[in-house]
């Protein structure tokens, strides 16, 4: 008697149900929604605690005074002991480093990209206090970097240690990190969009409503609070360009092109002087002191290489920046920001990308015999910044919000499209992973759907499962498995099914084993040998969930069966069924399928060789069609 049988097989209808959706979601969403409001009150406040900060030590080491106005350090009137001014600036961050918190050093993104990638998306109380504190110095002292990277690392510590307080998961809590970090910018910037999109493109690492929606929640209500406490957007606001013509698209890509080629050199920059900074035989705590040496001689030849620059950008944008005073910015300012940023002090990278990509793309203006200079300034400063950061929707939605003038959008997608491409080819990580990586970790930022994701249990499962009768013994059972039975060679499970051909339990070739050494009779039978606790899937499940399921219960297969009737047996899920759906799918990726032309091609030569066939058997003589002829002849 043969005691395996197929499972009747289920039609489509009955198991690809309607149960699955676009995004997975539940009501966590609105609860970590909820929890962010407060998070997005906090950033903007700590957003305008940073610029009180920056504008008092700003006045007070430039100017002498007790002031909390935002001010430019370019009208001090110090004379040569300005240079001595950041460099007291970049001893007080070293100590504060050395004795505070080293994670106050560098950029602030790629420290919040390292909290999420290796703490569990925990940061210290103190990187909440000393960084937003360590930045107002470097930046007061005249540093020349930006806020942003100071506040998304600032808001991201708040969020993180708000969520601390509630029973959270990681990805939530990496969620709220997150959402302080948008917060922040949003607030500082007035650019709640481009904060959304510079958390999905840095820091998320996902596109998902469980994280997209807390995080918009956040930007939202900073940007709103921003209003009342620093004033309403946009910050640079530009005259409305003209609708850009198809030739000042293509001087669009050339710039981008160029910005592509200058980002890679920048990064090049950072780190190349950081790797210098590391062989010096002093301790790191001095190194900012001493790239606070570069910047004091730069901003003594050049006082617009101090502080975050504002006002130059608004300058550029304007277009009133010309001739060698461009040439001198855009060096100036790309050596002391590098140094600067190579020694471990604390600071931003966009306000400087803005400002070096402007003075490039004033100075490429001079060649270009149409638009203005503000045009290409505008332009060449977001594909510097998109070709930098390796964000280019962030940079493009940024430059938007900056200035509000959304003709230029299709000019920016050019730009910011080469720039990305460009720095993709050149580099193997951006000046924000390159730190992370230099640290040992390796994150992708590449987004795609997880292959798992994309198919259901039906489409991978084996509708002829192994089964057999729960009053078999085991000694038969291993009989059958010595014999090299066809069903057992294949699956080292078998279900085992009741008199009414349901499911029963399952036992695989371990359970026989040790069922042997209890009782080397073998007269256990199947049911009592195996499992009747089991894991089971459901033919419209989806293989990642399934898969889930194997994990957590550390098995490599599940009885498929019916969601109404978890007895109803309708196939068998292996591991082997897994990988030939992964498989699939990565065939899908990587093959490649011939074109028309190949066909073409093909058609041609099978065509000549019909022609020589014929040819052949009209002349029998040789391949040419001549009537051979002998030596003699």
């Excluded at 002090?345 to 803005?354: D, E, I, M």
């Excluded at 460009?422 to 990580?429: A, G, S």
Aim: aromatic residues 8%.
């Amino acid at each position: 008697m043969n005691i395996f049988r197929k499972p009747s097989p289920v039609t489509k209808g009955e198991t690809k149900r309607d149960r699955l959706a676009d995004f997975t979601r539940d009501t966590r969403i609105l609860i970590v929604a909820l929890i962010a409001l407060p998070i997005g009150v906090m950033s903007a406040f700590i957003a305008y605690a940073l610029v009180w900060l920056i504008g008092a030590i700003t006045n007070l080491a430039f100017y002498q005074r007790l002031a909390a106005d935002f001010i430019s350090p370019a009208q001090h009137q110090l004379g040569y002991l300005v240079i001595l001014v950041p460099i007291l600036g970049g001893l007080i961050v070293g100590v504060m480093a050395r004795y505070g918190s080293e994670k106050i050093r560098g950029h602030g993104i790629p420290e919040a990209l390292e909290a999420i990638l290796i703490s569990d998306s925990r940061l210290e109380p103190e990187v909440a206090v000393l960084k937003p504190l360590s930045s107002a110095v470097s930046i007061g002292t005249g540093g020349p970097f930006g806020a942003e990277g100071p506040i998304i690392m600032t808001g991201g510590a708040c969020g993180s240690l708000f969520a601390q307080l509630f029973r959270l998961s990681v990805a939530e809590r990496k969620t709220l990190l997150t959402a302080g970090a948008a917060g922040g910018m949003a607030a500082i910037f007035a650019s709640p969009v481009a904060a959304v999109m510079i958390a999905v493109e840095l820091l998320l690492f996902e596109w998902k409503p469980r994280s997209f929606v807390p995080v918009a929640v956040a930007s939202v209500v900073a940007a709103v609070l921003r209003v009342p406490l620093l004033g309403s957007g946009p910050i640079f606001p530009v005259a409305l360009h003209p609708p850009l013509t198809a030739a000042e698209l293509f001087v669009s890509l050339l710039i981008g092109v160029v910005a592509g080629f200058s980002s890679c050199l920048l990064t090049v920059m950072v780190y190349g002087f950081e790797d210098l900074f590391r062989k010096l035989p002093i301790h790191w705590m001095w190194w900012p002191a001493m790239g606070g040496v570069f910047v004091g001689i730069a901003g003594w030849i050049n006082p617009h290489v101090f502080g975050v620059g504002y006002d130059t950008i608004r300058v550029l944008l304007r277009g009133e920046m010309v001739g060698p005073a461009l040439w001198a910015l855009l060096i100036g300012k790309s050596l002391a920001w590098a140094i600067s940023l190579g020694s471990g002090t604390s600071g931003g990278v966009l306000a400087p990308l803005l400002i070096m990509g402007g003075a490039l793309g004033a100075i490429e203006a001079q060649w270009i015999p149409m638009g203005y200079s503000g045009l290409w300034a505008m332009i060449s400063m977001t594909a510097v910044m998109g070709g930098t950061m390796r964000a280019p929707f962030t940079a493009m939605i940024f430059t938007l919000e900056l200035t509000h003038d959304l003709n230029v959008l299709p000019a920016l997608l050019v730009s910011c499209t080469a720039a990305h491409a460009i720095t993709v080819l050149l580099m193997r990580r951006s000046i924000l992973t390159e730190k992370v990586a230099r640290r040992g970790h390796h994150l992708s930022r590449e987004y795609g759907t997880n292959p798992l994701e994309m198919q259901i249990v039906d489409d991978a499962m084996t509708q002829d499962a192994p089964v057999i009768p729960a009053t078999m013994k085991v000694g038969e059972l291993a009989e059958r498995i010595e014999r090299g039975d066809p069903w057992l060679t294949h699956h080292h499970a078998v279900l085992i099914v009741d008199g009414s051909k349901r499911l029963a339990g399952i036992i695989t070739r371990g359970d026989v084993v040790r069922a042997l050494q209890r009782d080397s009779s073998g007269d256990i039978t199947v049911t009592e040998a195996g499992s009747t606790e089991l894991v089971v899937t459901f033919p419209d499940e989806l293989l990642y969930a399934a898969v889930v399921k194997m994990l957590k219960h550390n098995v490599g297969r599940l009885p498929v069966v019916r969601r109404k009737d978890t007895r109803h047996l309708v196939g068998y899920l292996g591991r082997s069924s897994v990988f030939a759906a992964l498989l699939h799918e990565i065939e899908k990726d990587q093959t490649r399928e011939p074109g028309w032309f190949t066909h073409l091609r093909h058609k041609q030569i099978e065509e000549i060789q019909q022609a020589n066939q014929q040819a052949v058997a009209k002349f029998p003589g040789d391949a040419t069609g001549r009537e051979g002829k002998t030596g003699s002849e």
